[in-house]
């Protein structure tokens, strides 16, 4: 499980005289939603669509399956799954409120129960209300929604709708601002908003100039602007409401999603992220749960792991010691770990996937003293957010590839790691590791190199690997490396060659 810990108590706050938040006493849940609107434009006369997606039953059987917590699906691109005033409701559910069922079932077990709430998906919403939709640099719908536009205002009734259940807070899916080409946003609102911010008309097209970086600036303020306003409204409304975003920060992810790892993690009461096979690779369950760690140091993390063979939405069960191990790997790296669960068409809920869980989540009950320790690190891994834009570009993994395969080769000989971030690393930070481990990060700013000059002069060690200070902030090679003065030794030239 590649994960080594000292002891220490299991997200305990200082006294403050009140109750703790259900994060902060949970470790496993269960996130329960049906399959058959997930890629939006569904059929709505459908009324096979589910018509078995029933609250209450899901409720019994994540009580059965020894779930902390439930995360209930509510609304995605196409329907919500409750009585909304503001969205059409999904075609099979007639009379019934999926989310009224949950949480008066819930109240009886004592069950906090989380909204699963989408943000950004193409779907019969977003068809109705093109006023909201991204445009390319040509000015075309790119079926997404636009942060600068009034959909704000959309989504804070949707969420009041919501939280008036008396849920116990909201998991809010899909921050993203797309995950590849047609890039956005063109439209009318982000053409006002950059001139006015910086006094300049946007680029034409993907440029990789200094336009070029102010774009970027201006798709993740734009994020993050979404993402501590819906927050801060929710919070308006119900103190008490937890909020947590799922976040795209991490590797695979890049520029275009408009997340930066640091920026786009802090912005709701902890942080969600993903892992598993279908999306990342077995080896990354733990590299991304200490990513999500070192992104919002000192705060609790969860991540989402799925019950399906290959993804999300597959209705093969996985055998039970799958399960087991990517389910103790994430709790071994101190994370809470919530269990995606995709129902049937119809909504109906597979008996022998929640045995299994059930199976598993008693075990993680039984062994709940072994979880949440403080981690041990020899080696710390740096991921730099700079070189992962401009000089992975359109081709991320031209740079992820080095960062991964450090993490690869660390753990093949057990030796314990962490992550260290560019964008809030510190001196206290980088002092708590023996050695850092800089992995081809070609661009190193000026701030970065007075940091490592300080940590080594103070005892710390560096392995500095690739083209590491070889690039300017743009993305361009320089005559010189910035981490000469580091290395004693001088930059000649790159090779042709990946690995030497």
């Known amino acids: 499980m590649e994960s080594a810990t000292t002891k220490s108590d299991f997200r305990l706050r200082p006294e403050t005289g009140r109750a703790k938040v259900w994060y902060e006493r949970c470790l496993v849940g269960l996130e329960v939603g049906p399959t058959g609107a997930q890629f939006g434009h569904s059929d709505a006369k459908d009324t ?38 503001l969205l059409p409701k ?44 991204m445009r390319d640099s040509n000015g075309n719908r790119i079926g997404r929604f636009c942060y600068n536009s009034d959909y704000l205002e ?39 908003k950059f001139k006015a911010e910086f006094g300049r008309p ?29 927050c801060e409204y929710i919070k308006s409304l119900n103190p008490r409401a937890t909020v947590d975003f799922n976040y795209h920060g991490n590797p695979p992810f890049s520029w275009e999603v408009g997340q930066r790892p ?12 993903e892992t598993g096979v279908w999306g990342f690779s077995a080896l990354t369950v733990g590299l ?20 399906g063979v290959r993804m999300y939405h597959d209705q093969t069960t996985r055998p039970l010691n799958d399960i087991r191990w990517e389910l103790l790997t994430l709790l071994a790296h101190g994370t809470f770990v919530t269990v995606v669960d995709k129902t049937g068409f119809d909504g109906w809920l597979d008996p022998v996937a929640y045995e299994r869980i059930g199976t598993a989540f008693e ?57 260290v971030l560019d964008e809030n690393a510190t001196i206290e930070t980088l002092k708590k590791l023996p050695i850092v481990l800089l992995p081809n990060a070609g661009i190193v700013s000026a701030k970065e190199l007075a940091l490592l000059h300080r940590y080594v002069e103070e005892g710390g060690n560096l392995i500095i690997t690739g083209l590491s200070g070889c690039y300017d902030r743009m993305g361009q090679l320089q005559k010189k490396s910035s981490l000469e003065s580091l290395v004693g030794a001088r930059f000649i030239r790159k090779l042709d060659s990946l690995d030497n």
Request: proline residues 5%; neutral net charge; charged residues 25%.
């Open 154 to 192: 959309v989504m804070k009734k949707i969420v009041a709708e919501q939280l008036a259940y008396g849920i116990d807070g909201f998991h809010i899916d899909m921050l993203d601002q797309g995950f590849g080409p047609p890039y956005g946003c063109w439209c009318e609102h982000c053409r006002k």
């Open 288 to 307: 991304n749960a200490e990513f999500y760690r070192a992104a919002t140091p000192g705060l609790p993390f969860q991540v989402a792991m799925q019950r």
């Open 90 to 133: 999904a075609p099979g559910l007639g009379k019934r409120d999926p989310l009224r069922e949950t949480v008066e079932e819930a109240q009886k077990h004592k069950l906090p129960v989380i909204a699963y709430c989408v943000v950004q998906q193409g779907g019969h919403f977003l068809v109705a209300h093109p006023e909201f939709e």
């Open 48 to 85: 096979r669509y589910c018509a078995k997606f029933n609250g209450r039953e899901i409720v019994r059987y994540c009580v059965d399956a020894n779930c902390d917590y439930l995360v209930i699906w509510a609304r995605d691109g196409d329907y919500a799954y409750y009585n909304s005033k």
């Open 202 to 230: 946007m680029p034409k097209s993907v440029t990789w100039d200094e336009d070029w970086d102010r774009m970027l600036e201006f798709r993740y303020a734009g994020s993050a602007r979404f993402e501590q306003a819906l």
């Open 262 to 273: 640091v920026q786009h993690a802090g912005n709701g009461d902890f942080v969600t992220g």
């Open 363 to 419: 075990e993680v009950r039984a062994k709940r003293s072994h979880f949440g320790h403080k981690p041990v690190s020899e080696v710390g891994i740096y991921f730099s957010s700079r070189t992962r834009d401009w000089i992975g570009r359109d081709e991320p993994a031209r740079y992820f590839r080095s960062f991964q395969g450090a993490h690869k080769a660390l753990a093949y000989e057990h030796i314990p790691w962490s992550v």
